[in-house]
């Protein structure tokens, strides 16, 4: 696709419900990364796939959090017994390859809202 | 301490001034500085980038880098109320995962 396209646009979750939300990155990008961003904060690493490799998965708060990208193009991440904690915004961002993102960055998706209540 | 710091604002100036943005960071292995620009409710859109000391221009942006003293800023010169928004700034070292600032919001009042 033209862009990084990610769904639900919006997710609202009853405490302890398991969610999946789906990124869809740019056609031909080997990169990938999701970030977590709460309210007036900046986007906080998550977790990195070049190709279906998942190279850092640092970022994942707790064991409660997984992400896949199974076939190296579309990814989920997976939030199992969500918690009130857990809502924000779930950007995915791609870029061409490693190299690419240090000389022009990446492109974003427009996000998932997530909700929890 | 977050990597990358900056002033969470609101900085306020009026349309037609000059924005200046500032960012600091501690890894003194960042090599490639971002900013990037979010508007309320909106994903987070690239506008600069520099990896070179120095000053480094696009249209009416102006990104500057001082490694030296572990700074980055970012200038807009006759900014206009289209500018509101919140500006991300991201180091990126040796590990190809950029880190980001809080960010700042920026104010452009007619």
């Known amino acids: 696709g033209a862009g990084v396209s990610q769904s639900p646009r919006y997710k609202v979750a009853k405490r302890g419900q398991d969610v999946a939300l789906r990124c869809d990155p740019i056609?031909?990008?080997?990169?990938l990364f999701w970030y977590q961003q709460a309210l007036g904060q900046g986007p906080e690493f998550l977790t990195y796939f070049q190709n279906e490799a998942q190279l850092d998965k640092s970022g994942l708060p707790s064991d409660r959090f997984f992400a896949e990208r199974p076939e190296g193009s579309v990814s989920t991440l997976k939030i199992q017994r969500t918690q009130q904690e857990d809502s924000a915004v779930y950007l995915c961002?791609?870029?061409?390859?490693?190299?690419?993102?240090?000389?022009?960055?990446?492109?974003f998706g427009s996000g998932t809202r997530l909700t929890v209540v | 301490q977050k990597e990358v710091e900056q002033n969470s604002g609101p900085l306020s100036v009026p349309e037609g001034a000059i924005a200046s943005l500032n960012c600091t960071y501690s890894d003194r292995g960042s090599q490639s500085f971002f900013w990037y620009r979010q508007y309320s409710g909106k994903s987070p859109e690239l506008i600069m980038f520099i990896y070179s000391n120095g000053d480094k221009e696009d249209g009416r942006f102006t990104a500057q880098l001082n490694k030296a003293s572990q700074y980055v800023s970012l200038l807009i010169r006759d900014s206009q109320p289209s500018d509101s928004a919140t500006y991300l700034c991201a180091g990126l070292g040796g590990s190809y995962i950029p880190t980001f600032g809080r960010g700042t919001s920026l104010i452009v009042h007619p």
């Open positions: 961002a791609s870029s061409l390859g490693t190299a690419s993102v240090a000389n022009y960055g990446y492109t």
């Open positions: 056609s031909g990008h080997v990169s």
